[in-house]
């Protein structure tokens, strides 16, 4: 079996991403391996185990690196659901650290060294921003159903997520070029994905949003 090779594929509400891992000259059936919302990566043991055949394994829609490109009213439901009214934390950084994207940390004395995320808080919430990040991977853009969505809200919390839309694919675009880690790029894109959302519930609500949050 050779090393896995990776693909996407445009599919209603989403872009799919995959992985090929062929058995040459095999003349087994293709095996395809799904299971959500597991991504492809939790099967990488698994297919290691067929050998004899060609083993297909992708990321679920909205799962892993699979953005979905219908679902930005289901990540905000899904956050109202898991979370409550972000208004209640007094900034952003508390939001982060709820649903703990924010780094650990190791500190003696004048020595400060961060680590990996603190994973606290609720799991089901930061897995679905993590999941969302992945949507800033493209070209900021003002769609068609985007634009249906954004009916009836205030200028200020249109504005705010035009903001989010050019900062994060930017950040994204910045951190690849310098060739740091998908994931850890992900997530860092997913942390500050929650500053926007708690400064657009903060204008929602009629408040005076804090420069620095917008």
Known sequence: MTEPKTGTLS?????LH???????ASTEPILLIIGSPMGADGFVT?????????????????AGRSPRTDGALVTAVEMVAEVGDLTRFGKPREVMGYLGLVPSEDSTGDKRRQGSITKTGN???????VESAWAYARP?????????????????????????????CGRYRRLSARGKNKKKIIV???????????A????????QVPARAS
């Not at 995959?18 to 040459?24: G, I, K, L």
Request: aromatic share 8%; glycine share 8%; net charge positive.
């Open 188 to 198: 860092a894109i997913a942390r500050e994905l929650c500053a926007f959302m708690w």
């Open 140 to 168: 900021p853009r003002l769609t068609r159903a985007l634009k249906q969505r954004q009916q009836g809200l205030s200028r200020e919390v249109i504005e705010i997520s035009w903001r989010a839309q050019v900062r994060l």
């Open 46 to 62: 698994l297919a290691g185990h067929f050998t004899d055949r060609t083993v297909v394994t992708y990321d679920p829609r909205g």
């Open 200 to 207: 657009i519930a903060i204008a929602a609500g009629g408040q």
């Open 18 to 24: 995959y992985d090929v891992r062929a058995a040459d």
């Open 11 to 15: 599919a209603p509400g989403a872009i």
């Open 123 to 129: 799991g089901h919430a930061r897995r679905s921003r």
